[in-house]
Antibody
């Protein structure tokens, strides 16, 4: 069974940092690009970042560029999102999702990030 | 960056057909994907590449895309179809590669 499990969320003060993780299983991890997508409370889906299967290419939404870093460890079947200089508007449920060409065919259940003083 | 426009809400009676639109400039030239999100759950891909269905998605879910509008059609709507639906495209013309519509709340009356 293909599965994605996020972890690492929590409460952090503005300006702080968090590192999210996503553990993948049930598929050949390094064959697929991976996304992070977030959803603020009561709001819609917002794409955050994408990384290629080999980790050599990364892409970011303008709202997080320069503050967030996506990475992966294919030996551990894991995806990461390092979030620095966090702002209150980064408060959201963060999902990792497996890329299938230009869509996302498998999603995790998400991990919650709350940025508050 | 590319903008996708969805109606905030659509209502339909059980057994009827629901149509959820997704508008974008010349969206017919792009591949459109649709996700269903029920309360408290992660999104689920229900239609990809305009009109294809992943395994396990009922045939009642179908999609079309032409001109400036893509449409998700749900036939013989059931109470369990009540959810938020999001369209999504890949915009290779900008750094913002992935674009989601604002979402449509489908209410089954």
């Amino acid at each position: 069974e293909v599965q994605l499990v996020e972890s690492g969320g929590g409460v952090v003060q503005p300006g702080g940092s968090l590192r999210l993780s996503c553990a993948a299983s049930g598929f050949t991890f390094d064959d697929y690009a991976m996304h992070w997508v977030r959803q603020a409370p009561g709001k819609g889906l917002e794409w955050v970042s994408l990384i290629s299967g080999d980790g050599g290419s990364t892409y970011y939404a303008d709202s997080v560029k320069g503050r967030f870093t996506i990475s992966r460890d294919n030996s551990k079947n894991s995806l990461y999102l390092q979030m620095n200089s966090l702002r209150t508007e980064d408060t959201a449920l963060y999902y990792c999702a497996k890329a299938r060409a230009t869509c996302m065919d498998v999603w995790g259940q998400g991990t919650t990030v709350t940025v508050s003083s | 960056s590319y903008v996708l426009t969805q109606p905030p809400s659509v209502s339909v009676a059980p057994g009827q057909t629901a149509r959820i639109t997704c508008g974008g400039n010349n969206i017919g030239s792009k591949s459109v994907h649709w996700y269903q999100q029920k309360p408290g759950q992660a999104p689920v891909l229900v239609v990809y590449d305009d009109s294809d269905r992943p395994s396990g998605i009922p045939e009642r879910f179908s999609g079309s895309n032409s001109g400036n509008t893509a449409t998700l059609t749900i036939s013989r709507v059931e109470a369990g179809d009540e959810a938020d639906y999001y369209c999504q495209v890949w915009d290779s013309s900008s750094d913002h590669l992935v674009v989601f519509g604002g979402g449509t709340k489908l209410t089954v009356l």
